[in-house]
């Protein structure tokens, strides 16, 4: 591993605010290149991505809200407006979600999770790498059938009985300066050395 990956990767941090400024197509389409390099067994290549931005991101509030509103009796109508804003925290939402076992082979399910979230992090990685702000974001409402409607990717359409499952939201933007940079300090790894 070079020094420079390494730095990359320990100086990666979710990014939560962002400003307004529009994030170029091409970028966006060069970070969702970058997933689409994780590893993956059996070449299955399970993540499909939806991009949501400007007027678009209006179509993932309504599925939410509309999702909220369908699976809870009570509520008010300040929680259904909260929901409504979270598309607008930043310019670029990628949805990112997993068609498992759609390959000629394929490996269990798990792994096609984890290579999905493989590609999250190389996503969140080179956003970094461009500057950019990201967050991985999942909850609750991404389990709503009206947000996994959405799930229209290529030939693919979500399909909860094969085990699709949306495996998070990549909000991205330019980061806001007016906010400090978060902080991360892991835990130590926890590690048993067998080397005798
Ligand atoms: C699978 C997954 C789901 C996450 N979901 C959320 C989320 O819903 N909301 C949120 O604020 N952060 C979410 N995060 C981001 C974590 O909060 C963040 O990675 C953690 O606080 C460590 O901070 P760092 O990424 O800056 O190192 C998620 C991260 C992962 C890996």
């Known amino acids: 591993m070079t020094k420079d990956i390494f730095a990359s990767l320990v100086s990666r941090r979710s990014i939560a605010k962002v400003t307004d400024q529009p994030v170029s197509r091409s970028l966006v389409e060069r970070v969702i290149e970058a997933g689409t390099f994780a590893p993956t067994h059996k070449r299955t290549d399970p993540w499909r991505f939806v991009v ?48 498992v076992g759609r390959g000629k082979k394929n490996p269990p399910p798990w792994e096609d999770y984890a290579a999905v979230a493989a590609c999250l992090q ?33 030939d693919d359409s979500f399909n909860l009985e094969m085990g699709d499952q949306i495996m998070g939201l990549l909000y991205i933007g330019h980061p806001d300066c007016n906010y400090p940079e978060p902080n991360r300090f892991p835990n130590p790894a926890q590690v048993n050395w067998l080397d005798g």
């Open 52 to 99: 949501f931005e400007g007027d678009g991101r209006q179509k993932l509030a309504d599925a939410m809200v509309e999702g909220y509103k369908q699976s809870n009796r009570d509520f008010s109508a300040e929680k259904l407006e909260k929901i409504a804003q979270k598309p607008f925290r930043a310019p670029v939402i990628v949805m990112v979600w997993c068609a």
């Open 122 to 154: 190389n996503m969140s990685l080179a956003a970094h790498g461009f500057g950019l702000g990201s967050i991985w974001r999942s909850g609750s409402l991404t389990h709503f059938p009206q947000v996994q409607a959405l799930c229209q990717s290529g």
